[in-house]
């Protein structure tokens, strides 16, 4: 087997892959996108470099040997974005998952443990690939040594060789350290000639060979005015050239032989993929984790369904192996209780009297996993499921919000019971998946109906140890049937309206694309980026922000920053909204709407997010853009499903702010929420000490995003990101903020505190959210933690009055018998259809319902407004 090294410049990869995708969150609220990047690259390398030995190298610290010859070397740099230093951790786990050996040396570098082993590795007889961002690194290409630089995406690499080099620049690679003394290098503040360039340093380096002979010679040079500077700062040219050059034997402690890579364990990668929410990666994997031995359990298949077979408590479970259940078939059910286990086939039990009226008694006691799917699954066949005692998904999500839930195996494994299969070991992967004859499906189904009645009391225990009982039974069970209504229910869409829609944006889309050509001078394809950098960049002479994989980037973010360089801009952001608009939304609720009724019936994720909020697929319809005006009227497209009903929407006022006020209870907003006073006027007022005259759209907008940052932990670089501002005046923003409200600072140190003694935070209603990072001894780690401390009880809070407000609600309209119907919830929205006599009952009912929902120390506020419309419901 050939010998080949492959070192990779870890932090350098790390910001490329920050800086080149947009800022991901997982489930859990922590950001994915320089892991993600990261790992991509990493998964390409090992498939098609196939290395032998590998090892990724890290910088140990900020100051290093270069520091003594120069002070200033690097200085300048901005401070790593706690988005960012946060995703460190998680890389080095996925390194250690993939069993990748990582080595960082006190006082030297990430280049210098580079430059160290591969001039070993090459002596050994190795072939040598380094993977980096930083050009620096090309100075180690050789013969054995190929030096590959992501360009601004992150898989796209273009390979230096010497060959390449001397192609590129005219220089043999020892000479691109010469090059870095003659011009410098601004992003490590290596300060070269000053008026020096590449132009000019290649140049003089193709006349005079290195810096050395350049300095001997400076009189032979060509220009009076560059003899002078060179002459001037050729101590400075020759301290460069040090400060660029790679060490090539510092003191690492690391042989080749012990960096010697075999393969990983796919479970640890798997475990890892999943809580960082990498579903399209896992895919990538096709793993399949292997079961041990499974105990045997006693069974029977059913063949004829009546009364005897049911008692008064039983653990039921019905499977459905398709995510959107609302359009696929039950495959199967299983009941267990202390008589015994049982399999029942789909078209025997839902055609059976006897199961139907056992599923639709109250009386009699039903323990499953996830309530609503079984329920809504259930009412297609025309069986209304009562009865439900304990939902095994939901109480462990509430134990355990941060774990991820795939399966009942997945939570009876997480509880030490081992006796089930996951549906992957069990039905296979993607095109592999099938359905086995039915004695094995019988005893795969058993096999979770029985984990499902052995972990109830366990678990109700631990909901109770955590004074969580209340939640669970008071708040998430009784929802959990009020979603199963509003999916079953659905709401309508206007065909007509929504494809008319989907016609006039492809008329401004004709109308804009023709603009756009007209600006550019030609015709080219709008959405190929390479395209369009092109005509940007290179034909219409605008300033290039920054370069991707394909040449240049044309992100919405580059192009907003451009926006008043060129008409073309505006017109090509416009352009994308629409398209976006067109293909997610228009196109993409036409496609997944009920053939037979005209309605989308979304799903609602329950145990998903961390906070308690509740998150909608299939469509999603808490992501209806709203900012542009074309995205607003697609909510026109929404209806009610009666003549003469009207769309009812009832919205929460800055409900995350008014718990923020009771939980810190800051005097200053409390007495601004009392008084009815704007709470971004009043902040603005407050940070920029004037008077609510002198209070400017900009200061409130600043306020605004302050306000918000607050409460979902937003930190300078984010702040300076949603501003348009610099790191340094969004910290200072802050820090005025947090001295005009000294309750809410006070609430963020002692929330913190608290943390850190339990280990969690909790909500009004107890929600938990564990933190088990909040004292792990590594800042980045430690810091995302306490942020996540601060903000969590404020949105899990809200999500939970919400979730209150809509089981109040539901029992109010059953209580006076109105027909008016809950469809949707929408951040803090609720959206109802109702018949247009019983508006004026809501207009009291709605607001007193949601107003009373939980009493704070100020006053919750609702909105409301109706139409024939949900656009015009707002």
Not at 163 to 173: A, N, S, V
């Amino acid at each position: 087997m050939s010998k080949k090294l492959v070192l990779i410049d870890g932090n350098s990869i790390a910001y490329r892959a920050f800086f080149a995708l947009p800022l991901l969150n997982n489930d859990k609220g922590i950001h994915t996108n320089a892991v993600y990047g990261f790992t991509m690259m990493l998964m390409k390398i090992l498939e098609e470099e196939k290395p032998s030995h590998i090892m990724v190298a890290f910088d140990a610290g900020k100051t290093t040997f270069r520091h003594k010859t120069y002070s200033e070397y690097k200085g300048g740099r901005q401070k790593t974005p706690p988005e960012l230093s946060e995703q460190f951790p998680y890389i080095r786990e996925l390194l250690d998952a993939y069993r990748i050996p990582r080595y960082e040396l006190e006082n030297f570098e990430a280049d210098d443990i580079i430059g160290t082993l591969s001039l070993k590795a090459e002596q050994d007889g190795f072939n040598v690939k380094i993977i980096s961002g930083d050009k620096d690194l090309t100075q180690l290409s050789s013969e054995k040594t190929t030096v590959a630089i992501t360009r601004k995406g992150i898989t796209d690499i273009e390979e230096y060789t010497p060959e390449h080099i001397m192609e590129k620049y005219g220089l043999t690679p020892e000479q691109i350290i010469d090059m870095k003394g003659l011009m410098g290098d601004s992003s490590d503040n290596i300060p070269g000639i000053p008026g020096v360039g590449e132009k000019t340093a290649i140049k003089l380096l193709k006349e005079f060979q290195t810096v050395d002979n350049l300095l001997n010679s400076i009189e032979q040079v060509s220009g009076k005015k560059l003899q002078e500077k060179i002459a001037e700062f050729q101590e400075q040219a020759l301290m460069s050239k040090e400060l660029a050059t790679i060490i090539r034997d510092a003191p690492v402690e690391v042989e080749i032989s012990e960096i010697e890579y075999e393969s990983f364990e796919p479970e640890n990668v798997v475990k890892l993929f999943k809580e960082l929410g990498f579903n399209s990666l896992l895919e990538k994997l096709d793993f399949v984790e292997e079961s041990k031995p499974l105990e045997e359990i006693e069974y029977k298949i059913v063949q004829e369904v009546t009364a005897e077979l049911f008692t008064d408590e039983s653990a039921f479970y019905v499977e459905i192996l398709e995510d959107n259940y609302h359009y696929a078939p039950i495959i199967g059910f299983a009941i267990v209780h202390k008589e015994g286990s049982y399999f029942l086939s789909a078209d025997l039990a839902l055609k059976s009297d006897a199961f139907k009226k056992w599923a639709e008694d109250e009386k009699k006691k039903k323990w499953v996993y996830d309530a609503k799917r079984s329920e809504v699954s259930l009412r297609h066949h025309d069986i209304h499921l009562k009865g439900v005692e304990f939902d095994l998904l939901i109480a462990s999500y509430l134990l355990n919000p941060s774990e991820t839930i795939d399966d009942i195996a997945s939570v009876a494994h997480s509880y030490g019971y081992r006796n089930v299969e996951s549906n992957d070991a069990f039905y296979g992967k993607g095109a592999k998946r099938k359905i086995p004859e039915e004695q094995l499906l019988a005893e795969h189904l058993v096999r979770k109906a029985i984990a499902l009645f052995e972990l109830k009391p366990i678990l109700e225990e631990k909901l109770e140890e955590n004074e969580q009982s209340d939640l669970f039974f008071e708040l998430e069970m009784p929802l959990s049937l009020i979603l199963a209504d509003m999916e079953s229910t659905g709401i309508k869409i206007d065909l007509q309206r929504l494809r008319n829609m989907g016609e006039d944006i492809n008329g401004q889309l004709v109308q804009i694309e023709k603009r756009i050509f007209e600006l550019a001078g030609e015709a080219f394809n709008i959405n190929s980026p390479k395209q369009l950098g092109i005509i940007l960049f290179e034909k219409l002479q605008l300033p290039a922000i920054k370069k991707t994989k394909t040449g240049y980037s044309t992100s919405a973010d580059v192009l907003e920053k451009l926006e008043n360089e060129h008409d073309i801009i505006g017109e090509i952001l416009h352009y994308r909204q629409l398209g976006k608009l067109q293909s997610t939304y228009i196109e993409g609720l036409l496609k997944v709407v009920n053939p037979e009724n005209d309605k989308v019936h979304t799903r609602y994720n329950q145990a998903l997010t961390q906070t308690g909020r509740l998150s909608s697929t299939d469509p999603n319809l808490q992501n209806i853009p709203i900012r542009l005006e074309e995205g607003r009227k697609i909510r026109q497209a929404f209806i009610p499903s009666e003549q003469d009903w009207v769309i009812f929407a009832a919205d929460y006022s800055q409900i995350e702010l008014r718990v923020l006020a009771h939980i810190a209870d800051d005097a200053k907003l409390i007495e601004a929420f009392k008084e009815g006073l704007d709470i971004h006027t009043k902040t603005a007022m407050e940070v920029f000490h004037v008077s609510q005259d002198e209070v400017t759209a900009n200061m409130r907008r600043h306020a605004k995003a302050v306000n918000f940052g607050i409460v979902y932990g937003i930190s300078d670089y984010g702040l300076s990101q949603s501003l348009n501002i610099t790191r340094k005046e969004a910290g200072k923003f802050i820090e005025k903020y947090l001295e005009s409200y000294p309750g809410v600072k006070n609430y963020m140190e002692e929330i913190v505190q608290d943390a850190k003694q339990k280990g969690f935070v909790s909500t009004l209603l107890q929600r938990r959210r564990y933190l088990p990072e909040i004292t792990s001894r590594n800042f980045n780690i430690r810091s995302f933690a306490e942020r996540t401390a601060m903000n969590t009880p404020i949105q899990g809070s809200a999500a939970d009055i919400i979730k209150k407000a809509m089981i109040e609600m539901a029992a109010r309209l059953d209580e006076e018998g109105l027909k008016t119907r809950l469809l949707l919830q929408v951040h803090d929205e609720l959206i109802f259809e109702a018949p247009k006599e019983e508006i004026e009952i809501l207009k009291e009912m709605v607001p007193e319902v949601m107003e009373q929902a939980v009493q704070l120390k100020v006053p919750l506020k609702v909105d409301f407004s109706y139409g024939p419309t949900w656009f015009d419901a707002k």
